[in-house]
Structure formats: C-alpha cells, structure tokens
C-alpha cells in the first residue's frame, strides 16, 4: 500500500492533534508537538488546517507536517517510523518537489529529528545544515520551585492583558486578544494553560503558554515571554517554574522547549530554570530559483 501525502479538513484537526499527542514519550525524540498546533490555531482551524501536512498508509498517520510559516516544515513521526526508508523518501520527495503542495521555490527549510532518515534523503537530494537549535528539557518528576511571583491562569477576560504582554515580549508579534480567543478555541487548547506573571506592583511582567499531551507524555512551552521593560529581574526563570508547575498538574512527565541557539538570553532563562540542554539540532535548507 502505497504512502499518500494530504491536507487534513479543519473538522479533522482534533483527530490529528490527538494521534499526534500519542506520540510525544520521553523515550523518543522531541518533535512536532500538538502545542505546536495549538499555537498555530490563533490563525483559526481553517488556516492551521491549510499549514498541516500528514503521510499515511492506508488508515495508519505515519507523519504530520506543520508549515510554520510559509518556508518551514517542521515533522513528527509515528513511533517506530523515524528509519523507515519509504517514509523518508515520500516526505523528502514531496518537501524537495514546490509543485507537490509542501514547500514553494526558493529559500525553505525543514526541521525534523536528528535520528529521522529524511534527514539523510534530504541530504541527498542537495539540501545543507541550517540554523541551530537548542533543545531543553526538565524532569516533572523532581520539584519544581515556586515562581517566587504572583500568578494567574488566563481565561476570556484576560485575553487581551495576555495579548499585550506577548506583543511586548517579541519584537515582530502581531498577537492580540482576538487571537487568543481563537487559540482557545482549537481543539489542543483542552490540555493547556496561559499563565501571567504579576511583579509586586501587580504590573503584567510575563507570559507563557503551556501545552500538555496527556498524562505521562512530553509537555511543551510554547510561547514563553518577558516584557521588554521588565526584563532583568528574574521574570523570565519565575514564569518557567510556572510553567512546568502547570503541566506537572496537567499530568506532563517532562517538559520540553526548543529555541534558536543564537537566542542566548532565552537559553539561558531556561537553565538558570533547572532546564537540561538535551542536544542541538540543526534544520535543513535548499535554495532553488
């Protein structure tokens, strides 16, 4: 039976994110995680469907893809599937092929496990080591310090406080409350949290999202941000440690991040958190005309 590539309807993107939520255990590598797709969601279910990718046989999903901006395919694997060689070759084919429906011409990059064999097929086929990314991981099994701050679970009402935080934490950010609302309204959004962080002034100073896929699997953060004109005062170690407090309560085992290695100040967030640098992973570009 032959491996068929496709675009998943919104009204199946619940079923997607589930399959993909039994994927992420702390014994295989870290990879596209349903948070991820949450996160995407603040784009609406119509537009997260549009940016999702799946390869399957027959009724088995043996891959997501997420097109996380119009350039990058980021991958997940089923359990067992990371050497499969037919799998490989269909995802690489399609990512290689702009007229496959994946990736257009020019500039793009895939970020895929280290250990996954499309590596090696894309590899192949011409395309170079690209950014580095750094994974971090903490173990939900050891305390988790308490953030030291105040702390509050966002719901409706909060939105656009949330929103304003988000926006002052990333430079490019058009994120705003609408968006929240859209986020929490995807399917992922069952298994996570937003939290804020309130310094002693009661002043909004962080935020994060927190995305869990069920109990005793791999939690994810996803984003996490310090506004720009409180930085400096530890906010950023005290909304981690809420973070991981949250997904410990959500049943998470672990809880991992991943961050462009360049991004020194965020890296170093998350170790002086307790997080463990896991490894570093580099994605993979061609530039075609």
Not at 50 to 78: C, H, K, N
Request: charged share 25%; glycine share 10%.
């Amino acid at each position: 039976m032959t491996i068929e590539m496709g675009t998943p309807e919104a009204g199946r993107l619940g079923e997607v994110t589930r399959v993909l939520a039994e994927w992420q255990h702390d014994d295989v590598p870290v990879q596209v995680h349903p948070g991820d797709i949450g996160w995407f969601w603040r784009f609406g279910a119509e537009r997260t469907a549009q940016a999702t990718r799946t390869w399957s046989r027959g009724a088995e999903l043996l891959a997501v893809g997420l097109l996380d901006g119009p350039d990058l395919l980021r991958l997940a694997f089923a359990p067992g599937t990371l050497r499969d060689e037919e799998l490989a070759r269909r995802v690489a084919a399609d990512a290689s092929a702009p007229g496959s429906g994946v990736l257009p011409a020019g500039k793009v990059y895939v970020e895929a496990p280290a250990e996954a064999l499309v590596r090696d097929a894309l590899a192949e086929d011409g395309w170079r080591c690209g950014e580095a990314w750094t994974l971090l991981r903490l173990d939900l099994g050891a305390p988790v310090p308490d953030p030291g701050v105040s702390i509050e679970e966002i719901g409706p009402e909060q939105a656009h406080e949330w929103a304003a935080v988000v926006r002052a934490s990333f430079d490019a950010s058009t994120f705003t409350g609408e968006r929240w609302h859209a986020l929490a309204a995807g399917a992922p959004y069952a298994d996570a949290r937003c939290l804020l962080a309130r310094d002693e002034q009661a002043r909004a100073v962080a935020a994060v999202a927190v995305w869990s896929a069920g109990a005793g699997r791999i939690g994810l953060i996803e984003p996490l941000g310090v506004h720009r004109d409180h930085r400096g005062h530890g906010h950023g170690r005290a909304i981690t440690h809420a973070a991981a407090r949250a997904l410990r309560d959500l049943g998470s085992s672990s809880v991992a991040v991943y961050t462009p290695s360049a991004n020194t100040g965020g890296v170093a967030t998350y170790l002086s958190a307790g997080m463990e640098r896991v490894s570093e992973r580099l994605d993979l570009y061609r530039d075609t005309p």
